[in-house]
Antibody
Framework: QVQLVESGGGVVQPGGSLRLSCAAS????????MHWVRQAPGKGLEWVAF????????YYADSVKGRFTTSRDNSKNTLYLQMNSLRAEDTAVYYC?????????????WGQGTLVTVSS | QSALTQPASVSGSPGQSITISCTGT?????????VSWYQQHPGKAPKLMIY???KRPSGVSNRFSGSKSGNTASLTISGLQAEDEADYYC???????????FGGGTKLTVL
């Protein structure tokens, strides 16, 4: 079955950096686009980024553009999110999620999430 | 403010039916049949309940159904059960940008 396991969350000071990882299993990772979605405490879901199956295209929400970078290593079945210049408003649970490959960016599976707290 | 509009809360008694709406525009919900619905219990990851407006993934109860009229999609849960109490989010493809749109979420309370 599809499994997505995020790691790398923690507490970081404003202006700092953090790299999240997402280990995928149970499907052919190299054939599917992947998303990052975050959820601030007590708030709704916010899409963050998408990367195509081969890493050739990446899209970002305006709120993180220029500060966050997503990448993938298909040989390791792992997705990454490099987060720089972190702000208090980036505090959230970060989920990696699998695209359904319909071509219309629908998510069909989610990881359990990893908490990022930006605080001094 | 979320791109898709959902009611903040709905409630119903066990056995009843409820409907949650998700309103967008002709560039997203109204223009394409790519609306998904997710269920999220407290402290848990979201779970896909409906995709392509009205299709159910394997393993999802047939008490959950989806539909669309104009720029508004709807999730209907029939025969409400206590375990259905959760937050529900809609999501849609949009032709206006490369973003994935989410609704603000609806908290379902089973009375």
């Amino acid at each position: 079955q599809v499994q997505l396991v995020e790691s790398g969350g923690g507490v970081v000071q404003p202006g700092g950096s953090l790299r999240l990882s997402c280990a995928a299993s149970g499907f052919t990772f190299s054939s599917y686009g992947m998303h990052w979605v975050r959820q601030a405490p007590g708030k709704g879901l916010e899409w963050v980024a998408f990367i195509r199956y081969d890493g050739s295209n990446k899209y970002y929400a305006d709120s993180v553009k220029g500060r966050f970078t997503t990448s993938r290593d298909n040989s390791k079945n792992t997705l990454y999110l490099q987060m720089n210049s972190l702000r208090a408003e980036d505090t959230a649970v970060y989920y990696c999620a699998k695209d359904d490959s319909s071509g219309y960016y629908q998510i069909d599976y989610w990881g359990q999430g990893t908490l990022v707290t930006v605080s001094s | 403010q979320s791109a898709l509009t959902q009611p903040a809360s709905v409630s119903g008694s066990p056995g009843q039916s409820i409907t949650i709406s998700c309103t967008g525009t002709s560039s997203d919900v109204g223009g394409y049949n790519y609306v998904s619905w997710y269920q999220q219990h407290p402290g848990k990851a979201p779970k896909l309940m409906i995709y392509d407006v009205s299709k159910r993934p394997s393993g999802v109860s047939n008490r959950f159904s989806g539909s669309k009229s104009g720029n508004t999609a709807s999730l209907t849960i029939s025969g409400l059960q206590a375990e259905d109490e959760a937050d529900y989010y809609c999501s849609s493809y949009t032709s206006s940008s490369t973003d994935v749109l989410f609704g603000g979420g609806t908290k379902l309370t089973v009375l």
